[in-house]
């Protein structure tokens, strides 16, 4: 790892660079990704927006498995490599994040400059009224309209998701809008969706004033994240990527590092922070 190390730290140096993260990042929490070693066995796809905005039976699938998988998910904490980014932005090299996470778990380890591109699961929004709720406070409400899955066991799935079996679905009972009994939807981009252009345009701006792109622990394989390695190619920009695998924007980088983040983004920031504090 020492000689891409000293590679990375070589084309980050001195320069204040943007960050842009994917699910890799989270996986040393404890947080599945889609497209990692594990993908390949399973066996469903996430619920798309088409079906859970049109199919009561698909609402009731994705809250009886998002129950299951809350627990869980929210108990995750961020790991090094999170905090590693988050010491390097308040030391004046990271000019902010792009996260394609929905987990905050950039914001728990003290980053403070984050666009999230496809929202968090901590928030749930009614789309008749526009009434928000905390996602914890729906935990608490779901379990009580279900008490029969409390003997229910899954296994935890990407954002949040769990694997269950059908048999649970029969009776489960989908909690509404506390305000309009409308229809309640997680606060975030499902599939099918589109990334709001305020929340694109922020993030355009974040990487129109760095100097550098670093993607962490993303395959780039949706556009939702790879139109940022195309604009800083365009403007000739230094871009490194950091994950594990090949990925889409592989051909645009200088520098392509497959190892572990949790191992290398600590080694980068002790390198970085090193050399500008003897500076």
């Not at 090299?93 to 950039?106: E, K, Y």
């Not at 009224?129 to 409400?141: I, K, N, V």
């Not at 590092?257 to 983004?265: A, S």
Request: proline content about 5%; glycine content about 8%; some cysteine.
């Amino acid at each position: 790892m020492v000689s891409e190390l000293e590679e990375l730290v070589r084309l980050l140096e001195g320069r204040k660079f943007a960050v842009l993260t994917g699910a890799g990042i989270s996986t040393e929490s404890g947080i599945p990704d889609y497209r990692g070693p594990e993908t390949a066995r399973r066996a469903r796809k996430p619920i798309r927006f088409q079906e859970y905005a049109a199919s009561p039976e698909g609402r009731a699938r994705y809250w009886a498995r998002s129950m299951l998988g809350w627990p869980r998910f929210s108990a995750a904490r961020p790991n090094a490599g999170h905090h590693a980014l988050a010491a390097l932005e308040r030391a004046g090299h990271v000019s902010g994040v792009i996260t394609q996470n929905i987990d905050r778990l950039h914001h728990a380890a003290g980053s403070s400059h984050v666009i999230e591109l496809h929202g968090a699961l901590a928030e749930v929004r009614c789309q008749r009224c526009d009434e928000r709720e905390s996602r914890a406070q729906l935990q608490g409400r779901l379990l009580a309209l279900n008490p029969h899955m409390a003997e229910a066991r899954a296994e935890l799935a990407p954002d949040g998701d769990a694997d269950l079996a059908a048999a649970w679905l029969a009776n489960f009972r989908v909690a509404s809008c506390l305000a309009c009994d409308g229809v309640l939807k997680p606060a975030v981009v499902f599939f099918g969706e589109s990334v709001p252009p305020a929340t694109v345009a922020a993030a355009y701006a974040l990487l129109d004033q760095a100097e550098a792109l670093l993607v962490v622990g993303s395959s780039l394989a949706v556009f939702s994240g790879y139109r940022f390695v195309k604009r800083a190619h365009e403007q000739d920009k230094p871009l490194a990527i950091l994950t594990l695998g090949e990925t889409r924007g592989d051909a645009l980088a200088k520098l392509c590092v497959q190892r572990k983040i949790g191992e290398v983004l600590p080694a980068l920031a002790e390198v970085l922070l090193r050399d500008s504090a003897a500076q």
